[in-house]
């Protein structure tokens, strides 16, 4: 009964997008006005009942219903609850129910919660959105249901990918989710927009909250991921280039640039084209990267097999969407003047060198991406990896760092470059400090060097908005850009000094060998089997003592998963405030020794505490603009009552 | 029906497929001596594409061939052997499939043609964007 | 930025450009394999020890004596390594030479498949760091290799041989046997 009450939901769901789409689409017209009644409700009720579907496939897994193909295929009685829930999106069909959901929700938020936007451009944004959401509806209905029954029902599931059983997994895909789906917004805004040619500040302030909140879950996902793949895979790396991680890196640059473009535009009423074609292409760099990885044209470990017949299906609904967005703009766009030139010294100024900047980056992980598809074409096989991408992007990357150091110093429209001179000295002084240190304590490589450098400068010169600020008063969007700077230094100081100073050793141990890592002494002390749910595993039990302080225990583990059969490396990370010592326990090797792989990483934490700050000054600006909007709608409310008291 | 019978085959051939009894390579999981040598090592390991993996550099997968492969890398290495001609000779081999870095050749050259290009735009875009009307 | 407006549509046409990309990888999907670039090449200089007692091993100047002949790499922990041996017993048959090479294996796995699945090879080397693997660009097992009479490498054949691969591995020979 549960999927076939989820079905329903789902039809149902689809035909009020269907709804939601005609009626916006006749209010459009002229006399047509009369329907706008019906466009928020029915985005309101499909919201509800799609998320009552996904409650349904959440359910069945739960319950481990072995009559439902999809439960059979991707879970098993014996798993723990938490991954019985994650099967149900840890595979083709529920995460594409998961994507209709999360877009339905985000629909049904907007027609709920938005009230700044001119009625008509409210009615064509919630029309884009059903329209958007209707592909993915028939997509799913039609070829991916993901409650089909089984004629006869199985005795047992055939277990969820071990890879993915894993706590932070389980909650990564949703995270990102959220975040690709929720720049659907974007989109429809930015269609909408188009459409009634509204494209003015006030559109600008009604996205940039939404586009927000995406971002957030974006940061957050793409953080989580970077340390997923970090301790899960085993061999210290936190990013690879790997296809999935650039198609979540894409819709992340793109969002981030449209965020500081909208600024420039709720600020300035500029930069209208370029902020309406941002909006299209974060969403569509979405669906494209989750197209590319999951269809698995690009080789990652992340594709769930899908037939040509369902990547021909998402191929011609990314065709109609993107491609009829991005038609739409270039008609548009010429009648929708950029507005003046900006001049150097000015907050817009900088802006404008972050955009590009960003875009160019965008553009390279792109091509990077996609080049060894194209050359394939051609019948050659090449690979792109971090020898490629690291020192490509940095060209932009650096010069951007720099401008995002001065950029919060300037005003609008028009500054004096003398006025921040003496701030910036000291920033670049301390710049040249602290790499006239590094040489001399020996250049760790200059890419790394340059990261360091710009780090110390960058960090400190995004914390100087705040200065001569009344830290009570200032206000939490300021606040957000400030610990969001301050994050991104962190970050690439992280990175830098993972990449500069982290020390490896491989070593096949006997039972009671030391060890040195660095400032750490690890000696196994013993290998002992274990058992958990679904596995049984080897555990050594290492004692790792840092200077030669009291030992710490780390237990890194080789498990077996039998459900299916795999076996995956558990890696034991001990964390001080300044590293981790990451340890990996190998197979026996001769004699009774056992390989080791122990790393001492020097401030590797920072990457992802970077990662957590960045979505952290998003949230804070998120609060501050939905507290500021709330504020104002209550002070337009007071004046209506007043004027409405003084006509009596 | 036979999809999922096909993937059930699937995912207990492919553990069984990679088993095998041997101990792996001398130096697929043991350094260099020489610290120096090691460093060299691995960063050519670290861009050399392990085959039989789906995205992962040989300094990144447990893959028996990619410690065979690491074993030669270091091996080599220690002979005192040029790192870019170990990944030369792997690339008269497996063709540019094998190495992470590319190089600019008749098949790569809009890998870096595009990047240049996208500079000069960015330079254009910011000097009509800005600076005042002259 | 209204100084012409073929660059609004930039963004559609690369876009159009990557669904066109697409669409052809989506229709005739890419090899997965990676094709070894030694093809027209000479074999490299190896030397292996026999992986069992009854056949020799395997050395380069084995291989330049003028006969054409099929290299097969294999192993014993390899499935489909199994489902070939049938192909191979049968181009035996047909008086083809083929010469093994066993990748990571130990002679009792060895013994223990030969005598399972039969023993086609005239010469088996024991190739225990994959060096003549990597050497002459295989990827994975099995995987045969036409080699001619001078020792050079004249065609790579990717996973195990099915029975409409036989003619076709017994005209390669013949060809590099001209």
Redesign the interface.
């Known amino acids: 009964m549960i999927a076939e009450f989820g079905l329903a939901a789902l039809w149902l769901a689809a035909a009020l997008a269907l709804l939601q789409l005609v009626a916006g689409s006749l209010c459009l017209q002229p006399k047509g006005e009369r329907m706008s009644v019906i466009v928020r409700p029915a985005a309101v009720m499909q919201g509800v009942l799609s998320a009552l579907a996904f409650g349904a496939l959440l359910l069945l897994f739960l319950n481990t219903d072995l009559s439902v193909k999809l439960v059979v295929m991707n879970s098993h009685s014996a798993k723990p609850v938490i991954f019985k829930l994650a099967g149900a999106w840890g595979n083709h069909e529920g995460s594409m129910l998961l994507w209709v959901t999360v877009m339905a929700l985000a629909g049904g938020l907007v027609a709920l919660l938005e009230r700044r936007l001119p009625e008509r451009t409210m009615l064509a944004t919630l029309a884009a959105q059903a329209f958007v959401g209707l592909g993915f509806y028939a997509f799913l209905l039609f070829s991916s249901n993901p409650f089909e029954r089984l004629p006869v029902p199985a005795r047992e599931g055939m277990g969820l990918n071990p890879l993915l059983q894993d706590i932070g997994l389980a909650f990564h895909p949703p995270t990102l989710y959220l975040g690709y789906v929720g720049m659907s917004v974007a989109f429809s805004f930015a269609v909408g927009a188009m459409l009634t040619r509204q494209v003015t500040p006030a559109f600008a302030t009604a996205m940039r909250p939404w586009v927000l909140g995406a971002w957030i879950f974006l940061t957050v996902g793409i953080t989580a991921g970077s340390y997923w793949a970090y301790y899960e895979l085993g061999w210290g790396g936190w990013w690879f280039w790997d296809p999935v991680e650039n198609a979540s890196l894409m819709p992340w640059l793109a969002a981030t640039a449209l965020l500081h473009s909208a600024s420039v535009l709720a600020a300035r009423d500029a930069l209208r084209a370029w902020t309406v074609m941002l909006g299209v292409v974060a969403f569509s760099m979405s669906m494209i990267g989750t197209f590319l990885v999951r269809s698995g044209i690009l080789t990652s470990v992340h594709a769930f097999a899908v037939d040509p017949e369902r990547g021909t299906f998402i191929l011609v609904l990314l065709a109609i969407y993107i491609g009829g967005a991005l038609t739409l703009f270039a008609m548009r766009a010429g009648t929708i003047a950029e507005g003046e030139r900006f001049s150097v010294t000015s907050r817009e100024g900088a802006l404008v060198v972050n955009n590009v900047a960003l875009s160019a980056i965008l553009g390279i992980v792109l091509l990077g991406t996609l080049y060894p598809l194209l050359a394939e074409a051609f019948g050659v096989k090449v690979s792109v990896g971090p020898p490629y991408f690291n020192p490509v992007s940095a060209i932009f990357f650096l010069p951007m760092l720099l401008v995002m150091a001065v950029g919060p110093l300037l005003r609008w429209r028009r500054d004096s470059a003398a006025r921040i001179r003496p701030p910036l000295m000291a920033c670049a002084g301390i710049a040249l400090l602290v790499l006239a240190g590094l040489i001399a304590w020996g250049p760790p490589g200059l890419l790394p060097m340059l990261g360091i450098a710009l780090a110390a400068a960058v960090g400190i010169a995004s914390l100087l908005p705040l200065r001569g600020r009344k830290l009570r008063r200032t206000p939490l969007p300021l606040w957000g850009m400030v610990i969001a700077h301050f994050g991104l230094a962190l970050a690439l100081f992280g990175a830098s000094a993972d990449s500069a100073y982290s020390v490896e050793r491989l070593v096949a141990a006997r039972i009671g060998q030391v060890t040195d890592v660095g400032p750490w002494q690890v000696r196994l002390a013993s290998v002992e089997p274990t058992a958990g749910p679904n596995w049984t595993a080897l555990e050594a039990r290492l004692e790792a003592s840092y200077r030669g302080g009291a030992p710490i225990v780390a237990t890194p583990q080789s498990r077996y998963f039998w459900a299916p059969v795999q076996q995956t490396n558990e890696s034991a990370l001990l964390t001080r405030w300044n590293g981790q010592l990451y340890a990996v326990l190998g197979g026996e090797a001769e004699d009774g020794r056992w390989q080791l792989r122990l790393w001492w990483k020097p401030f590797v934490t920072c990457i992802w505490f970077g990662g957590l700050l960045i979505a952290l000054g998003g949230l804070l600006a998120l609060i501050g603009r939905v507290y500021g909007d709330l504020r104002r709608r209550a002070i337009l409310a007071r004046i209506a009552q007043r004027k409405v008291d003084l006509g009596r | 029906m036979k999809a ?1 019978f096909l ?2 085959a699937l ?3 492919m ?3 990679a ?7 001398p130096y697929a ?3 260099l001596d020489d610290p120096a040598q090691e460093a060299k090592a ?1 960063a050519l390991m ?2 050399l ?1 392990c ?2 993996c ?4 040989i ?4 893959a ?2 990619a410690g ?2 690491r ?2 890398v270091r091996l080599r290495i220690a002979s005192g052997e040029a790192p870019e001609h170990i990944r030369a000779w ?13 190089k600019i050749s008749a ?2 050259w ?2 870096f043609a ?2 240049v290009l ?2 000069c ?2 330079v254009m ?2 000097l ?6 002259r | 930025m209204s100084a012409g407006s073929w660059k609004f549509w930039l963004p559609l046409a690369i876009f159009a450009g990557f669904c066109l990309l697409v669409f052809v990888q989506l229709m005739h999907p890419a090899e997965r394999e990676v094709a070894s670039a030694m093809i027209g090449k000479p074999l490299p200089a190896f030397d292996l020890r026999a992986a069992v007692p009854e056949r020799p091993g395997l050395a380069t100047v084995d291989l330049k004596d003028g006969k054409p002949r099929l290299l097969n790499i294999w192993a014993s922990w390899c499935i489909p390594c199994a489902a070939e041996a049938p192909q191979l017993e049968a181009l035996r048959q047909q008086g083809v030479e083929i010469v093994g090479v066993a990748i990571r294996d130990t002679p009792e796995d060895v013994t223990g498949f030969l005598a399972r699945y039969g023993n086609p090879y005239a010469r088996l080397g024991a190739d225990d760091l994959s060096e003549v693997q990597l050497g002459i660009g295989s990827s994975g097992v099995p995987e045969t290799f036409v080699i001619d009479g001078a020792g050079v490498i004249r065609y790579q054949h990717i996973g195990d041989i099915r029975e409409d691969d036989v003619p076709m591995l017994i005209a390669r020979l013949k060809e590099a046997a001209r």
């Open positions: 999922l993937m059930f995912f207990f051939a553990p069984l497929a088993q095998d009894a041997l101990p792996p390579a999981y043991r350094q691995q670290e861009s594409r085959l039989k789906q995205g992962q550099s300094a990144d997968s447990d028996p061939m065979d492969m074993h030669q792997l690339i008269e081999r497996y063709g540019d499939y094998v190495s992470y870095a590319p098949t790569t809009p890998l595009v990047p996208l500079l735009i960015v875009v910011l009509r964007r800005l600076g005042g009307r």
